[in-house]
């Protein structure tokens, strides 16, 4: 669990990353050699346990979860809640907290790392609207790629099609960061949104 003081570290710029191990410990600013799979982990569920399995297998390194705390679209978590999604990791998994919702930033913090993500996360990633203009997404990726960083990208289900990394249209000058999961080492169908739908529909939560 975090404090308030470091969930304001965060939060300010003070603190690039705070590492949880499974044990609870708190390290700043030392996250651990391996790739990332980023998310809000609202709940964490089989398909991100999929997703960090499968690069394991392909990479033969860890591959840890980075819950972030600030949303490019949803705003900040209260302390609570940041604690409560944390909660899910403890005596399992590691988990780092970071205020860097852009992949961007994200690679200023983890140089040299690997980023696990879907579908859906990657064709934002891919779509120029997202950043203003086409300027800005190569300039994103440009400073993405002077990082040496790169992407992992598993295939989703959406509107009963299953969409992978050949269905993107990745700019032709940082096409090779981008690495697709291969659909027989990781496939889900389901989204932490049903999830979600699905433990209100029966009275309950998702934790």
Do not use: W
């Not at 470091?6 to 499974?22: A, H, K, N, Q, Y």
């Not at 679209?73 to 907290?97: M, P, W, Y």
């Not at 064709?123 to 086409?134: D, K, M, W």
Request: glycine share 8%.
């Amino acid at each position: 669990m975090i404090s308030a003081t470091e969930l304001s570290g965060l939060l300010s710029g003070r603190i690039g990353s705070l590492t949880i191990t499974p044990a609870g410990d708190v390290r700043i600013d030392d996250p651990p050699p391996g790739a990332i799979l980023p998310g809000s982990f609202n709940p964490l569920h089989e398909g991100h346990l999929g997703m960090q399995r499968a690069v394991v297998v392909m990479t033969g390194q860890p591959v840890h979860f980075e819950l972030t705390v600030r949303n490019a679209d949803k705003g900040e978590l209260s302390l609570l809640e940041i604690n409560r999604r944390v909660a899910q990791f403890a005596g399992r998994h590691t988990v780092i907290l970071a205020a860097a919702p852009l992949f961007v930033q994200k690679a200023r913090l983890y140089p040299g790392r690997a980023f696990v993500m879907g579908y859906d996360t990657a064709l934002r990633l891919v779509t120029p609207a997202y950043y203003g203009s086409e300027a800005a997404m190569l300039a994103a990726f440009a400073a993405i790629a002077a990082a040496n960083c790169r992407f992992f990208v598993a295939g989703r289900q959406i509107d009963g099609r299953f969409y992978t990394l050949a269905d993107l249209t990745l700019p032709v000058a940082y096409a090779q960061l981008f690495t697709p999961i291969p659909e027989d080492l990781f496939r889900r169908d389901i989204s932490s949104t049903q999830l979600r739908e699905r433990a209100a529909s029966q009275g309950g939560t998702v934790s």
